[in-house]
């Protein structure tokens, strides 16, 4: 042991015995009765906020969501007064575990956010500790400006957060960490102590003392610990910038201003709460180049730091073939496949007058290939296509949670940071390191600063891997104290390193430690047993080896995760990317991005699926209601299969779950009306006429009611004559020169059948225009989808099995099975074949199945020109499956200028939107991008939507019919 955790004799959640609950019971009454905003302490918030992106996990007896500054200050109050620990929290996307507690969680995200000023000639911004940096990125732009410090989580991390951590970002090579741009904070110490800090004159802190009071005492106290040690703070901290381990003391000296504020930056929020923050802002060059440097391993990538330093990168980030092998995306492979010749690759940003790039490039190129090892340069001036390589390295923390082969990876000596000259050294030495002790990582990283990340593959299932975790971490820290260098780079220690700070600082500076917390926190009730009287690094771990998982048999397979639910469900390790608000081109998470509650995101499901799985939090298995109730607004989008780094999938999560769930028991009404729609449409389709008046009368009403339909939504129309109807009965066609191109099985799914048979008319003129002979299945068939996406899995099996022995024939022959209506044809792609994973002919279907713009562009067939603009929407299970790469090529080749909107989710999502209790956000999913951008578009402007809820979507929400591309290539024919 290198450490020992302190006793704690504060109220919290791991307390034992029957008075656990009443002390609960008395907490969220006094949290109540205090008005502190939002206290929720039910089974599913506890849950979801158990964990962080860390390997830890602790149960906190309640979390508060503060809407303004009196909330923070009455929870913190109750708190005090009946002994309750607090931990603060921002994204909780922390990697070293300082963001779970056992008492209780303050989310600052959800409320408390706002940027509050922006003072453009200042360059400065003073914000609430919850808001997402890149809303104040935004802020910022409006000026010109942006904050420096900016860490891959950019999309979601908060202000907050980045202070607790003293986050860095690729870009603090130029512009500093998040301390380096602090200007004043404001923050409550847990005695009920409001000030105001930044930095302060020797005249200020005598002023400060003499007016006496709870303010200045502190002041003169810290003062003093600075006066008194003032060659160990010259000596031991700020020896570099990445040295973020501990507490930054080095920022009392008074050469450094004795700056308060940023002393706080990086203090887990062990020290104070933040109310709010200033900040300093800076001027981004006016114009950007990547340039990607290629390596023949790691180590000579670090080497050949220090040289390119000298020429002022605005960043300098390193990642190896580890990583890039993760990834699976064919767009993204395509542009690794393009990146310089190597097994590791820095990349660095140039920044300044558009004229100097080249030169500035050709110049870091010459100096690179000087070094050992260099194999080649690529400079990158396009945005976008810089963009898209900058997301390799942003997603690494997700992507390296995998390895190639499909095993695990975790954090745990994720962030060591050492003086870049020894980069190199330190490397090979902790490559070495993870060789001796069997274990394997992916490296990346901010190598222009000496700080490397890496995943590991701890095996934490058994008391070895345990056991191995600790010894290696150890080991690893010594490593790091022998080349000079920090536990921590930019995460923070938390629990993952705080026990092991004793190897980098000795007993001298530990004790100063000690010191500056128990003088902002002398009751030690602000996240305790972070940086001093540490947790075990040990102890607490998500995974336990001594709480095994309860065993839960599932109907899907769950293939990549060898059937394991609990382990298919901590494939999330809670990097938070579903927590993006914002549009990126991206899916994941449509319900978040309307609700912006944990609960709704892909983390917090996957969190609770886990609990499920853990028996402790979640009681009741399958039939828990807290599960149900965070699985309600998802979607079944399938855009957290894809958009999610490690690939969580909650949409087949939800199917498994709701057919255990609801197994021999009554379902919601739109299980059946929505969930059977395909069934029923069959004989409504025989007297549609009859039908459609129905559901336009008086009668329609309470038709909806019983269907579990929102009153809002117009029911779609049956179509007088269904596709099948008509294909059937037409003559057979006699095309010019034959069907040189050979037989097409064109899918014909229930809902253009039925309600929109013109889109599957179109597409049989466009496919035989191409010279293929179009055939349809034999009967009626359907993918099952609907069954699928309510969890009625035994239903959609035999419906499985039906269109295998259809399709069988065909499939057996070769013949390509063309889908028009994109979420069935993923179904035949993913859902179906994992459902029948056992009959070979599922495997064949899902290499069969190809979208029309696929099959057209595939076979090199030429389009008819149309010209014109377009808009188009490309629907989830698209974006899921295939993309919209094949479509976008057909639309060029057509002369169409096409945008392909930003959009996500449209929000219908099949029965989603038509539910009664989930319209609401449906609509508000829509009206993030997708329907204003209708409502803009001109009249000439065609609205392309291939998924039947998105053009149900777009019509209703916005008054507009939106056209198939198989209808938009027909009529140019």
Same mark, same amino acid.
């Given at each position: ?342 097994? =590791?690759? *820095?990349? $660095? !940003?140039? #920044? &300044? ?9 050709? /110049?870091?190129? +010459? ?109 690893? =820290?010594? *490593?790091? $104290? !022998?080349? #000079? &260098? ?9 629990? /993952?390193?705080? +026990? ?474």
């Amino acid at each position: 042991m290198v450490g020992t955790a302190a006793g704690d004799t504060r109220t919290t959640a791991e307390d034992e015995g029957g008075g656990a609950d009443a002390k609960l019971a008395r907490l969220v009454a006094a949290l109540r009765e205090a008005d502190c905003g939002e206290v929720a302490a039910d089974a599913g918030r506890r849950a979801q906020y158990s964990a962080d992106a860390s390997n830890y996990r602790r149960v906190p007896m309640a979390v508060v969501f503060p809407r303004e500054r009196r909330h923070v200050v009455e929870a913190v109050a109750v708190c005090r007064r009946l002994g309750v620990p607090i931990t603060s929290r921002g994204a909780g996307t922390s990697t070293s575990g300082q963001a779970v507690g056992s008492g209780v969680v303050l989310d600052f995200s959800r409320h408390f956010n706002r940027v509050l000023a922006v003072d453009p000639e200042a360059r400065t911004a003073t914000v609430e500790p919850g808001v997402v940096l890149d809303d104040l990125q935004a802020a910022a732009a409006a000026h010109g400006l942006v904050f420096g410090a900016d860490p891959s989580t950019h999309s979601r991390c908060t202000l907050g957060g980045m202070i607790g951590n003293n986050a860095c970002g690729s870009h603090s090579l130029a512009w500093g960490r998040t301390a380096d741009n602090l200007v004043e904070l404001e923050v409550l110490t847990y005695g009920g102590t409001v000030l105001t800090v930044g930095a302060m004159t020797a005249e200020e802190v005598a002023a400060a003392v003499a007016e006496g009071g709870e303010r200045g005492r502190l002041v003169g106290a810290l003062a003093e610990l600075a006066r008194a040690n003032l060659a160990t703070l010259r000596t031991g901290l700020g020896r570099f910038p990445r040295q973020v381990s501990g507490y930054a003391l080095e920022h009392l000296l008074p050469e450094h201003g004795f700056h308060l504020a940023r002393a706080l930056a990086g203090s887990e929020g062990t020290c104070a709460v933040i109310l709010s923050a200033t900040v300093r802002l800076v001027a981004p060059p006016p114009t950007r180049a990547l340039v990607v440097l290629g390596f023949e391993g790691a180590g000579e990538a670090a080497d050949a730091v220090p040289a390119l330093l000298e020429h002022r990168p605005l960043a300098l980030e390193g990642l190896d073939r580890a990583l890039t092998g993760i990834v699976t995306r064919p767009a993204t492979r395509a542009e690794i496949e393009a990146l310089p010749p190597g097994q =590791a690759w *820095l990349f $660095a !940003e140039l #920044g &300044g007058e558009p004229a100097e790039l080249p030169e500035r490039a050709l /110049a870091l190129g +010459e100096a690179a290939g000087r070094a050992a090892g260099f194999t080649g340069a690529l400079t990158v001036t396009d945005p976008e296509r810089a963009r898209r390589l900058w997301r390799i390295r942003e997603d690494g923390a997700g992507l390296a949670t995998r390895m190639p082969d499909g095993s695990e990876a975790w954090p745990g000596w994720e962030d060591a940071a050492v003086p870049p000259a020894r980069l190199g050294s330190y490397l090979r030495g902790f490559t070495a390191l993870m060789g001796r002790h069997g274990l394997r990582g992916a490296v990346y990283g901010h190598f222009g600063e000496g700080c490397l990340h890496v995943r590991i593959d701890f095996d934490f299932g058994t008391a070895e891997g345990v056991a191995t975790f600790r010894s290696f971490v150890t080991d690893a =820290a010594r *490593l790091v $104290a !022998e080349h #000079g &260098g920090s536990l921590s780079g930019e995460h923070g220690d938390g629990q /993952a390193r705080s +026990e092991l700070l004793p190897l980098m600082y000795g007993p001298e500076i530990m004790a100063l430690f000690e010191r500056f917390k128990d003088l902002w926190d002398p009751d030690g009730g602000l996240n305790p047993g972070m940086i001093v009287r540490p947790r075990p690094v040990d102890g607490d771990l998500r995974v336990d080896p001594r709480r095994p998982a309860i065993p839960l048999a599932t109907v899907l397979p769950l293939h990549a995760d060898g059937g394991d639910l609990a382990r298919a469900a901590r494939r999330c390790v809670g990097v938070g990317k579903c927590r993006t608000a914002g549009q990126r081109g991206d899916v994941m998470c449509p319900s978040y991005r309307v609700t912006l509650d944990e609960k709704d995101s892909t983390r917090g499901r996957a969190r609770l699926l886990y609990e499920m799985t853990q028996g402790q939090v979640i009681t009741t298995g399958w039939r828990s209601p807290e599960v149900r109730d965070a699985l309600d607004l998802c979607l079944s989008c399938k855009g957290c299969s894809v958009d999610c780094p490690v690939g969580v999938d909650v949409a087949t999560y939800k199917s498994e779950f709701l057919h255990h769930h609801y197994r021999h028991r009554v379902r919601p009404a739109s299980h059946y009306s929505m969930g059977w729609l395909p069934l029923l449409a069959r004989p409504a389709s025989r007297m549609p006429r009859l039908v459609n008046a129905v559901l336009s009368s008086r009668l329609s009403p309470l038709v909806k009611r019983l269907g579990g339909i929102a009153a809002e939504r117009e029911l779609p129309r049956f179509a007088d004559r269904t596709f099948l109807s008509w294909f059937r009965r037409r003559p057979a066609p006699v095309p010019e020169g034959g069907a040189p191109r050979g037989p097409v099985t064109l899918w014909v799914d229930s809902f253009n059948n039925h309600f929109a048979p013109s889109v599957l008319r179109a597409g049989v003129r466009v496919l035989e225009a191409a010279g293929y002979e179009v055939r349809v299945p034999p009967g009626t068939q359907c993918c099952g989808l609907t069954w699928f996406t309510t969890g009625q899995l035994g239903t959609a099996r035999r419906l499985g099995r039906r269109t295998l022995d259809a399709l069988g024939p065909s499939l057996e022959a070769g013949v390509p099975v063309v889908g028009l209506e994109p979420s069935c044809t993923a179904a035949l792609r993913t859902d179906l074949p994992e459902l029948l994973h056992e009959d070979g002919r599922a495997r064949l279907l899902a290499g069969s199945a190809v979208g029309l713009a696929e099959l057209l562009v595939r076979s090199g067939w030429e389009p008819p020109r149309a010209g014109g603009r377009s808009i188009s929407q490309t629907h989830c299970h698209q974006h899921a499956t295939s993309g919209f790469d094949a479509d976008a090529e057909l639309l060029r080749r057509m002369g169409v200028d096409n945008t392909v909107l930003r959009s996500g989710c449209c929000g219908l999502a099949g029965n989603f939107g038509f539910e009664r209790e989930h319209y609401a956000v449906s609509v508000a999913a829509g009206e993030q991008v997708l329907l204003p951008a209708v409502r803009a578009a001109g009249p000439d402007t065609a609205v392309l939507a291939d998924g039947f809820s998105c053009r149900t979507q777009i019509a209703q929400g916005a008054g507009r019919r939106a056209t198939h591309l198989a209808e938009l290539i027909a009529e140019a024919l």
